[in-house]
């Protein structure tokens, strides 16, 4: 990664701009032009230095519901489970942990009927039950990595 890459990674972590021309705008915040913007970005996803580039939303400001979930899944099934848990495009997140309960997912959905509904399929469509945690007090942190 340059200067110009890391310029990039601290602008758009939370700043990415929402207009008609985003790459436009990072290209004159850095000094290059859109398609070079463009195609850092991209080079930076396909890196794995990106993971994922999208919007974030307030899923209860919105009106709908969010819980994390957690499943106790033997270690030679776990990647077929995640990828059962990573079907739903409410699903958010879906990581393995060292520990007893080793899937670990968040989901959101319209409302609680539905995600009720929803990790009940999941539990049919794997065979392990669904550890549903639901958010009692709300602990927001921002992270945001600065790169010089």
């Known amino acids: 990664m340059d200067n110009t890459d890391k310029q990039i990674l601290n602008m758009i972590q939370t700043g990415f701009p929402v207009v008609a021309e985003p790459y436009v705008a990072i290209g004159r915040s850095v000094g290059i032009s859109e398609e070079e913007a463009y195609q850092r970005v991209m080079e930076l996803m396909e890196s794995g230095i990106i993971r994922r580039l999208g919007a974030s939303f307030d899923s209860r400001g919105l009106g709908w519901t969010s819980t994390l979930c957690t499943m106790c899944i033997p270690p030679e099934k776990i990647e077929k489970c995640a990828s059962v848990v990573s079907e739903h495009p409410g699903v958010t997140h879906n990581y393995e942990r060292d520990h ?25 469509k794997t065979g392990y039950k669904v550890y549903n945690l639901p958010m009692i007090k709300k ?9 010089d």
């Not at 319209?110 to 929803?118: A, E, I």
């Not at 602990?139 to 790169?147: A, E, G, P, S, Y």
């Open 100 to 124: 007893k309960f080793n899937l670990w997912f968040t989901y959101i959905a319209p409302d609680k009927d539905t995600v009720s509904k929803t990790l009940k399929e999941i539990e049919s």
């Open 139 to 147: 602990f927001k942190i921002k992270v945001d990595f600065q790169f």
